[in-house]
C-alpha cells in the first residue's frame, strides 16, 4: 500500500529556508494531487497548500510569496520549502496524498510527520 | 482564512452517543459538500474518517457518521468505546481553493 515519508532538517535558523521532501513508496506518485500541512500547538492543523504531479500548485493565501512546492516523479518525491522562518513557523510538518484524482478530495494519506524547530 | 470553529472537548460514556459540530461560513462548508473529519491519537497523524460530508473510507467503523445543515456540519460517533477517545478535526473546502481545518475537539471517553 502507497505510504509517505517526510524528511529533512529538525532545527532551522530564524530568517532561514525551511526544505523537506516526501517520498511516497508503494506506488506511483502520478496523477495525485498532494498537501502540505502542519500542525502547531498555537494555529492547530493548517494546509499550506497543494500541488498536482502535473506540476500545478495552489498556496494558502497566508503563506504565499514564502512558500513553494514542487513534484520530482522520477524520485516519487514531493518538497517543500518555505522561506524567511520565524518560531511561528515551528510545527509538525505532514505530506499527505488526496481522495482520488481532483482537488476537491480529502486528505486520505498522510505521512507521519516530521517535527520542524525554529530556533538560533 | 479563519478556522472553522468546533467546540474545545466533548464528554460521553461507553456505549452512549456523542455529537461534534463545526461551524464554517458561506465561504467554506455552506457553499462545498467537500467536509471530511480527521481522527488523530496522541503523537499520531491524523485519520480520516469521513469524507464529503457522509462517507466512510474504507475500513472506517459505522459508529462513525457526518452530516451538514447550512454553515454547520457534525460528527456523531454512536455506542462510544474506549479507542475513540481522541482529538477529532474536521475540514472543508473553501472559497480560496485552500481546504480550512477546525479548531478541533477532545473527546474524552468517560
Known amino acids: 500500500q502507497v505510504q509517505l515519508q517526510e524528511s529533512g532538517p529538525r532545527l532551522v535558523k530564524p530568517s532561514e529556508t525551511l526544505s523537506l521532501s516526501c517520498t511516497v513508496s508503494g506506488g506511483s506518485i502520478n496523477s495525485y494531487y498532494y498537501s502540505w500541512i502542519r500542525q502547531s500547538a498555537g494555529k492547530g492543523l493548517e494546509c499550506i497548500g497543494r500541488i498536482h504531479t502535473s506540476g500545478s500548485t495552489i498556496y494558502n493565501p497566508s503563506l504565499t510569496g514564502r512558500v513553494t512546492m514542487s513534484v520530482d516523479s522520477s524520485k516519487n518525491q514531493l518538497s517543500l520549502k518555505l522561506t524567511s522562518v520565524t518560531a511561528a513557523d515551528t510545527a509538525v510538518y505532514y505530506c499527505?496524498?488526496?481522495?482520488?484524482?481532483?482537488?476537491?478530495?480529502?486528505?486520505?494519506?498522510w505521512g507521519q510527520g516530521t517535527m520542524v524547530t525554529v530556533s538560533s | 482564512q479563519s478556522a472553522l470553529t468546533q467546540p474545545a472537548s466533548v464528554s460521553g460514556s461507553p456505549g452512549q452517543s456523542i455529537t461534534i459540530s463545526c461551524t464554517g461560513t458561506s465561504s467554506d462548508i455552506g457553499t462545498y459538500n467537500y467536509v471530511s473529519w480527521y481522527q488523530q491519537h496522541p503523537g499520531k497523524a491524523p485519520k480520516l474518517i469521513i469524507y464529503?460530508?457522509?462517507n466512510r473510507p474504507s475500513g472506517v467503523s459505522d459508529r462513525f457518521s457526518g452530516s451538514k445543515s447550512g454553515n454547520t456540519a457534525s460528527l456523531t460517533i454512536s455506542g462510544l468505546q474506549a479507542e475513540d477517545e481522541a482529538d477529532y478535526y474536521c475540514?472543508?473546502?473553501?472559497?480560496?481553493?485552500?481546504?480550512?481545518f477546525g479548531t478541533g475537539t477532545k473527546v474524552t471517553v468517560l
Open positions: 464529503v460530508v457522509n
Open positions: 475540514n472543508s473546502y473553501a472559497s480560496t481553493n485552500i481546504r480550512v
Open positions: 499527505a496524498r488526496l481522495v482520488g484524482d481532483t482537488k476537491f478530495g480529502a486528505f486520505g494519506i
